[in-house]
């Protein structure tokens, strides 16, 4: 029962493969299925590049804009996490890929993460927010937490 | 009132069968049919079975897990021989029949609550609990809907969407039900609402009458020939005590306890904190922000005010209960409301007119040296004052945490003449900067970390003399205590600690009679009530979470992509307890 509607989603990803009805309807050029998670695989992320990877000048406009729009609110101070989740342990619900977390900004995320794109934030502030996320280094040892 | 419907609940089941027949009618005492107990927010039960001899030979009779991982706050219902029980986020309703073995349900109700609901809710996806009136349960849903269900059949009866989740308003407050009047309010102080109240129809759920806290007179509902306050005559202080329109997005919250005076035909509750923390953006008293409001639950006329933190600079929300007490002040039998305000100051005022007869620190307090009884006005520390431009400002107590938590409320025993208060001994750095407003998100703008206040313990459970205003006992804790107080006519007050336990105290003595681990962390309300079998019982919920989901992350194991460092002022509460959701029942 439950493959049925993993089955038809696949089909209808291979449907659109190629074709572009997307753009035709005027819709955003990025693909649905390149969006939507089927059969427990990630979603795929949109195979754009961050252009400013390592960046440190863009890393330190990224965390103005980190606090300026109010990302700080939920996913605390440095990105620790808070109502929201961490930003900082290297661990993504929704993906650390350039495009993955491009689109978790850009289209937002159930749950509270609102879409940040469009009349927010250009596509540029949200490619300085990916590099400043992706300047926070987890720390050494993530998964164990001791005491004495 | 609410008895007549839960005596005609009994009715029924008397005539049900054998089982309901042999059950013992519970009586008014033995019920506990909205939050507080009664209108007065006392939180004392009448019953003594349970007594400072026997309290050491308290064992849990039956368990049940919520399926739920949210902090469990608020409290079980306990109508005729029904238990009600109210979940965090997605807000799931369950009705026990005490009357059976094992106590098996006799519905569940499932709402299709918003997930993005969870993203709004400024500090975890909490229920504070549901009212009993008329045959009906009446709770919130996180998504900014009230729900009224048929007790005898679990059926929805109907659902108002009452706040705007886009505009970042959320409702895990409890409702408050007087005179067929349902009194609901929102959260949002994080956010920049503009709060309000609103009174529905308990028929229909149909919208009476909305109150703003803050703006125009008008839209306060303040009007001439009705509204005074003791200490501030001129009108529109809403709108004058702000910079232009800031009030429309100014916060003042409604999601703490209310009560009720039948004499007075007052309703009473809370304002939380300004919005946003930087206080800078905000010039002004704020008014009402960090407020008691006082008003007609007919019609929401606004009767009296009065603002415990003016210019609110750090987070000093006054949602906490207004306890309705009459004591002995100066000599001479008063009517008042008592109320611990998250300022660390302990209220005592009429409650006819919002005048302050008693106000002292009953924790640490650094921001403030006294309140000033003839204009109540609290005479602030210049150096503690924040804002963007004055950097890190050190050693403000109480932190934002609030000497006591607005969520945890406090019990009072007219027996003993004391209040029973749940505290924090924290305090904290405020680094305020300049916040943006944008429509759904955070509108804060201050990084404030925190550590423990003198003593280096981070809490005490207290008893309080609200007519002195002076601390009678206390029981130190190593955590914060965010946990709900019963008091009871046995001379027995419970609370719970963040650690999980669950405690019984003498009232009298403040001595630790017994305690139970149950669990996870305490931060729910408990309760007593008379079972079908005649017995007494005290039920509680465990379930760390709220604030401590925010601030000590690493209890959380519920999600593989979040993974958290304790927090440097409570680094090994992670150790003794996590994340879980459980009703737990105790008796003798």
């Known amino acids: 029962m439950r493959l049925l509607p993993v089955l038809l989603l696949a089909a209808l990803a291979a449907c659109m493969r190629g074709a572009t009805p997307d753009q035709q309807a005027g819709l955003p050029a990025v693909r649905h299925d390149e969006h939507v998670s089927a059969g427990g695989a990630a979603p795929k992320a949109v195979r754009w590049q961050n252009p400013y990877q390592r960046d440190k000048r863009a890393a330190d406009e990224g965390a103005k804009i980190f606090t300026a729009m109010n990302c700080d609110g939920c996913h605390g101070g440095a990105g620790a996490g808070w109502v929201g989740p961490s930003l900082a342990d290297g661990r993504w619900r929704f993906g650390g890929a350039d495009g993955e977390l491009f689109q978790s900004i850009y289209y937002g995320r159930p749950h509270g993460m609102p879409a940040y794109g469009g009349l927010l934030l250009a596509p540029d502030a949200v490619w300085k927010l990916v590099t400043y996320i992706q300047s926070l280094e987890p720390p050494a040892d993530v998964p164990t937490e001791a005491w004495q | ?588």
Not at chain 2, 160 to 167: F, N
Not at chain 2, 179 to 196: C, D
């Open chain 2, 1 to 588: 009132m609410t008895g007549r419907g839960a005596g005609a609940l009994a009715l029924l089941l008397g005539a049900l069968g054998p089982v309901a027949a042999r059950a013992q009618e519970a009586g008014e005492d033995g019920q506990w049919t909205m939050p507080a107990r009664d209108y007065a927010a006392t939180r004392y039960s009448p019953l003594a079975q349970i007594n400072v001899a026997n309290a050491g030979r308290l064992r849990p009779v039956w368990t049940f897990s919520t399926g739920v991982l949210g902090g469990h706050e608020g409290q079980p219902l306990v109508v005729g021989h029904t238990l009600y029980v109210v979940t965090p986020y997605p807000n799931v309703l369950y009705a026990f029949d005490l009357t059976q073995p094992d106590y098996p349900l006799k519905w569940k109700y499932r709402p299709d609550v918003d997930p993005n609901a969870v993203g709004i809710a400024c500090c975890d996806a909490i229920n504070r609990g549901a009212f009993y009136a008329e045959g009906k349960i009446v709770y919130n849903l996180l998504d900014g809907r009230t729900v009224a269900i048929d007790t005898a059949t679990g059926k929805e009866l109907w659902k108002t969407k009452i706040a705007d989740l886009a505009q970042g308003e959320t409702t895990p407050v409890a409702p408050f039900i007087v005179k067929r009047r349902v009194i609901v309010g929102a959260s949002g102080g994080e956010f920049g609402i503009h709060g309000w109240v609103k009174g529905l129809d308990l028929r229909t759920g149909r919208l009476a009458w909305t109150a703003y806290n803050m703006g125009p007179d008008s839209e306060m509902l303040a009007w001439p020939g009705t509204w005074r306050s003791f200490y501030e005559k001129r009108s529109d202080l809403g709108v004058t005590t702000w910079p232009k329109d800031a009030w429309a997005h100014g916060g003042g919250p409604v999601w703490g306890w209310m009560s009720y005076d039948p004499r007075l035909d007052l309703v009473y509750y809370g304002v939380g904190n300004p919005g946003p923390y930087n206080p800078e953006q905000r010039a002004g008293d704020n008014k009402w922000t960090a407020s008691v409001l006082a008003r007609r639950p007919d019609n929401g006329a606004l009767v009296w005010a009065y603002q415990f933190t003016p210019h609110d600079n750090w987070d000093y929300d006054a949602n906490a209960e207004m306890i309705l007490a009459d004591l002995p002040v100066g000599g001479e039998e008063r009517n008042v409301l008592v109320h611990f305000d998250k300022n660390g100051f302990a209220y005592t005022l009429d409650r006819a007119t919002g005048e302050v007869l008693v106000a002292e620190p009953f924790v640490h307090v650094s921001w403030a040296r006294r309140v000033d009884r003839s204009s109540g006005r609290p005479v602030v520390d210049s150096t503690k004052l924040t804002g963007a431009s004055r950097g890190n400002v050190k050693d403000i107590c109480p932190s934002l945490e609030g000497g006591k938590t607005p969520a945890a409320p406090a019990a009072y025993s007219a027996r003993t003449g004391l209040f029973y208060v749940p505290t924090n001994n924290l305090c904290m750095d405020y680094q305020a900067v300049t916040a943006t407003r944008i429509a759904g998100t955070p509108f804060i703008g201050a990084n404030t970390p925190y550590h423990a206040g003198p003593g280096g313990h981070l809490g005490a459970f207290i008893a309080w003399d609200a007519a002195r205003g002076r601390r009678v006992w206390e029981i130190e804790e190593p955590y914060p205590v965010w946990s709900g107080v019963l008091a009871t006519a046995g001379n027995v007050v419970f609370y719970g600690t963040l650690d999980g336990w669950f405690k019984a105290a003498d009232a009298t003595s403040g001595r630790l009679l017994w305690k139970f681990k149950v669990g996870s962390g305490v931060v729910g309300n408990p309760i007593a009530y008379t079972g079908p079998d005649g017995k007494q019982y005290v039920a509680v919920y465990a379930g760390i979470g709220g604030d401590w989901f925010l601030l000590a992350g690493d209890v959380r194991s519920d999600d593989p992509a979040d993974v958290r460092a304790p927090a440097d002022f409570i680094r090994d509460i992670a150790r003794h307890t996590s994340q879980g959701g459980m009703v737990w029942l105790f008796a003798l």
